[in-house]
């Protein structure tokens, strides 16, 4: 059951995150992570503070603990939970890169993950211990027979028909129809997260409406647990009812709203940012066609390049204000407009030849982190006797796989292999400290987002970890409750020592690592020239190295990366070359010195090196060479152009300087400064 409780919470995640495609910028990736986030960060986290909150007042007060719980079932704990929910979220967007790169889409994609983590959580500690209680329905799904409204759990049918299901719901006495109700946790905090979305991003007097969603959602909550505590209260169940209907449509509406405001930004900051578009979207061409088209020639892995890039570029365009990229986005603009000039070299057909699966592992064999393997063996390993619990014997069919696990030494064995996972959660929390570091110079904020989510589930696991061992060590046995009366909707009531073990075995899938994270933490550490190929490539993950290998194949002089129709087309580079040159002569006040740009301009000569052109002369006499991406295909043969021009203008008594057209690898920018010097080398947009 614990199986068809895990799916019902990823299909609705997942629901949004397909109907949030034209407007998303964050992985699909990430937001599955939010969901772990809500399991080990946010549910450990709120049991803690309303431990807190109950046994202090219980304290304070002399009243019984029961009372106690059950008066802040609804008073204080729907305010604890909706706001440790949305902790993570406004934590991570804190940083100035993550708050600017995320539309409003993608606060409601991660607080629906949040929120749908919290629920699975609930689910799984009330109900996933019950296998040998539970009752099959006729209709499908499973019944805990406690009550005449007991407890059910929705089976696939149930689960793959409804929005956004939750894990477990209730069966009415002789209800003969079961259906998957909608998921509150997720709803809540979904809403909560597009209020948080305006108050992170509006402006002015808008920000006030995003403290409503902030309020409505506790309300709601509160009413929600306050039926459930008083079920003779005719007019509270009646309201519940009537919401609980609409519930489902809240995320929809949502999500709406925040594309709507997305979509809209996107349109507007288009035009004002250069060398964000494609040469087939500036000649006219729509983005989607233009897009579609490049995804097509080599399925799936330029479908995946093509996606990212628009997600890449929606982070970028998110944070337009003024007509300007927000300041500190420099480094992110440069990684875009690389990309863009990778994708137009590579749009052809005979840049994808021979591009199959073994040369994508190919090219990120070594940029991953060796030992990467080992810590997917080893945790793999750790999670098998988890995995046979809440997995395998969760269905009534195998109720004596838990049965093994909860008697005899089957709760040492779990105990165990919980020692050894808190031993590799905490070896992980160090690694991701050391992570946090090393991607602070990366432009990307969804990799820093990943490494701080990341954080919230180690500490959860570890936390979790920590206490259990804490509360074995006073002599409470493996399979006895940790912890009496605590409301999670009651969920941890009866919440034994080694199925805490088991979730926190369980967390280690949330630290398997990424590609893209391991290539952005190695382009960090990459030597000086590298470094920002090897930075912008990190957005892409191993796919970048597959796009620049690509666009070299499809790259067969200085304008082929300009050249949608292929880069034998002499008039066409002729154009793209003449086009330069006239925008560096006015730029420059200079002239081009073979009277016709485009053409061959000036020979100079260096002995025993050979000759190169200089294209432009400036106003005050410079030689001035003029270039694009693809002198980043021959770094050798660059550099050597390069100390010809330097050696003959300084024969002649004049500055050496190089123009290169934005999206220009920086990889070949940095070698022209070494050469030439940091004052010599420009950038400039055609």
């Known amino acids: 059951m614990a199986l068809l409780m895990v799916a019902a919470t990823v299909y609705g995640v997942a629901q949004l995150l397909l109907l949030s495609s034209p407007a998303r910028s964050v992985r ?43 008066t802040a079932s609804y008073t204080v704990d729907p305010v604890i939970e909706e706001l440790v929910k949305l902790a993570p979220l406004l934590l991570v967007a804190w940083n100035v890169r993550v708050r600017r790169q995320w539309g409003l889409t ?53 689960v793959f028909s409804a929005w956004f299901p939750a894990p477990q719901g209730t069966l009415e006495l002789g209800d003969l129809s079961p259906a998957a109700g909608t998921s509150p ?42 039926a459930a505590a008083h079920p003779t209260d005719r007019d509270a169940a009646s309201r519940v009812d009537t919401f609980e209907g609409m519930l489902w449509a809240v995320p929809l509406v949502c999500l709406v709203v925040a594309m709507v405001a997305d979509l809209r930004q996107v349109w507007r900051a288009k035009p004002v940012v250069p060398g ?7 000649a006219g061409r729509s983005g989607l066609s233009v897009l579609a088209g490049y995804a097509a020639w080599c399925v799936p892995w330029s479908t995946l390049i093509a996606l990212r890039f628009v997600r890449l570029r929606r982070s970028l365009l ?54 990467r393997k080992w810590f997917v063996v080893v945790s793999l390993g750790l999670m098998i006797p988890a995995l046979a619990l809440l997995l395998v014997g969760s269905f009534p069919a195998n109720a004596e796989v838990q049965r093994h696990f909860g008697s005899g030494n089957g709760p040492y064995i779990l105990v165990g292999f ?64 940790v912890i009496r009366n ?51 490539a990190a957005a892409l993950g191993t796919l ?77 006499g410079s030689y001035i060479a003029v270039g694009g991406p693809a002198k980043a295909r021959n770094l050798a043969k660059f550099g050597e152009k390069c100390h010809i021009l330097k050696y003959a203008a300084e024969q002649n008594g004049v500055r050496a300087q190089i123009y290169l057209e934005q999206g220009t690898p920086e990889s070949a920018l940095n070698l022209a400064r070494k050469i030439l010097g940091n004052e010599n080398v420009h950038v400039f947009v055609r």
């Not at 099959?136 to 696939?156: C, E, F, K, M, Q």
């Open 28 to 70: 699909v990736s990430t937001a599955l992570l939010a969901i772990a986030v809500g399991v080990y960060g946010c549910g450990v986290a709120a049991a803690l503070l309303e431990l807190a909150y109950t046994r202090s007042v219980a304290e304070a007060t002399g009243e019984p603990l029961t009372k106690v719980v059950e």
């Open 106 to 158: 993608d606060y409601v994609v991660l607080g629906a993950g949040l929120g749908a983590g919290f629920g699975l959580l609930e689910a799984v500690t009330r109900y996933g211990l019950d296998a040998e209680r539970a009752i099959s329905h006729p209709a499908g799904g499973w019944v805990i027979p406690d009550s005449l409204r007991a407890p059910y759990i929705p089976g696939p049918e149930q």
């Open 185 to 226: 946790h997720l709803v809540y905090t979904a809403l909560a997260a597009l209020g948080l979305g305006v108050l992170l991003r509006a402006r002015g007097w808008i920000r006030v409406l995003g403290i409503l969603p902030l309020v409505a959602t506790s309300a709601l909550h509160m009413l929600t647990n306050y």
């Open 276 to 282: 964000v578009l494609l040469h087939a979207e500036r």
């Open 318 to 371: 998110y944070g337009v204000r003024g007509g300007a990229p927000y300041a500190g986005a420099e480094a992110l603009h440069r990684t875009v407009a690389w990309t863009a000039a990778q994708i137009d070299a590579s749009d052809r057909e005979h840049a994808w030849r021979g591009v199959d699966l073994r040369t994508v592992l190919r090219a990120g064999r070594g940029l991953r982190d060796p030992r």
């Open 418 to 481: 919980g020692i050894a996972g808190l031993l590799l959660t905490g070896w992980q929390l160090v690694r991701l400290l050391v992570a946090w570091r090393a991607t602070l110079a990366l432009p990307h904020g969804e990799v820093l987002a990943i490494i701080r989510l990341r954080l919230w589930v180690a500490f959860g696991g570890g936390v979790t970890g920590v206490l259990l061992l804490l509360r074995l060590g006073d002599g409470v046995a493996p399979d006895a409750p």
């Open 486 to 536: 605590l409301h999670l909707l009651d969920a941890l009531n009866n919440f034994l020592a080694y199925l805490g073990f088991a979730l926190m075995l369980l967390a280690l899938v949330a630290f398997l690592p990424g590609g893209g994270l391991a290539l952005a933490t190695t382009g960090v550490t990459a030597g000086a020239v590298t470094t920002e190929v090897a930075v912008h």
């Open 544 to 620: 970048g190295v597959v796009l620049m290998a690509a666009a070299a194949d499809g790259s067969g002089g200085d304008t082929a990366a300009d050249n949608p129709q292929g880069a034998t087309d002499p008039a066409r580079s002729d154009a793209v070359g003449a086009a330069r040159e006239q925008k560096v002569a006015e730029l420059t006040d200079g002239t081009v010195p073979s009277g016709a740009p485009g053409k061959p301009g000036l020979k100079v000569t260096k002995p025993g090196a050979g000759t190169t052109d200089v294209d432009v002369i400036g106003g005050d």
